[in-house]
């Protein structure tokens, strides 16, 4: 199966919160996991990405936690400002294939 | 160095009409992916293109798109016969790489209205 699921589909932290946003995949030969941020009225942009050989990545505030066995992964954002305020899409990239296959998108909103 | 170019940035359309999104890819990029964005929704995959040749056209509608990425110009995602249920927005990506493993750089999309 070439579908990434994606939860939740919203989220409110309030300022200095942890956000978490969760995928999960079926085909294992999925290899290659980035996460996107879009700001509305643009593109989605390069955020953070993952191989599955490793557990986790941090690039400053923002995390992937990766569990090869259950076969998900996750993003956390510490220290949660307004600015993060935007929809969040995990993706994944099977080897053999041409395409990224996105998760639906969380829309993550963080208060003041 | 100039990102991943799309335009037009808005496109409103009649039902019937034809509508043409251009992308020109990063420099240096050579590969590039459409995907089509419905409001709410996640990215759905189109098609992928290098210079002069469609590699994988598996997310395109089977009638009324075509996808051309031609050896001198942007790359052209055609919609022939618009209807209500095109609109949405259109995004291309570049890579420098057959593969994903540099991940993809997007536009800003083409939000294509059809009335």
């Known amino acids: 199966q070439q579908q990434v699921k994606q939860s939740p589909q919203s989220l409110i932290v309030q300022k200095g919160g942890i956000s978490i946003i969760n995928c999960a995949y079926e085909?294992?030969?999925?290899?290659?996991f980035p996460w996107y941020q879009q700001f509305p009225g643009k593109g989605p942009a390069l955020l953070i990405a993952?191989?599955?050989?490793?557990s986790e990545k941090k690039e400053g505030r923002f995390t992937i936690s990766f569990n090869k066995s259950a076969k998900q992964f996750s993003l956390h954002i510490m220290d949660s400002q307004p600015g993060d305020s935007a929809t969040y899409f995990c993706?994944?990239?099977?080897?053999?294939?041409?395409?990224?296959?996105f998760g639906g998108g969380t829309r993550l909103m963080v208060k003041p | 160095n100039a990102g991943v170019m799309q335009n037009p940035r808005h496109l409103v359309r009649r039902r019937g009409q034809e509508a043409r999104l251009r992308c020109s890819p990063m420099?240096?990029?050579?590969?590039v992916y459409w995907y089509r964005q419905l409001p709410e929704e996640g990215l759905k995959f189109m098609v992928y293109?290098?210079?002069?040749?469609?590699?994988?056209e598996s997310g395109m509608p089977k009638e009324r798109f075509s996808a051309e990425f031609p050896k001198e110009g942007p790359s052209i995602l055609r919609i022939q016969q618009v209807v209500r249920g095109d609109s949405a927005a259109y995004f291309c990506?570049?890579?420098?790489?057959?593969?994903?493993?540099?991940?993809?750089?997007f536009g800003s999309g083409t939000r294509l209205t059809v009335v």
């Open positions: 993706a994944a990239w099977h080897n053999a294939g041409n395409m990224l296959t």
């Open positions: 990506a570049s890579s420098p790489q057959a593969t994903g493993n540099y991940g993809y750089t």
């Open positions: 420099k240096g990029h050579s590969h």
């Open positions: 993952i191989r599955p050989d490793v």
């Open positions: 293109l290098q210079k002069e040749n469609i590699i994988d």
């Open positions: 085909n294992t030969a999925f290899d290659y």
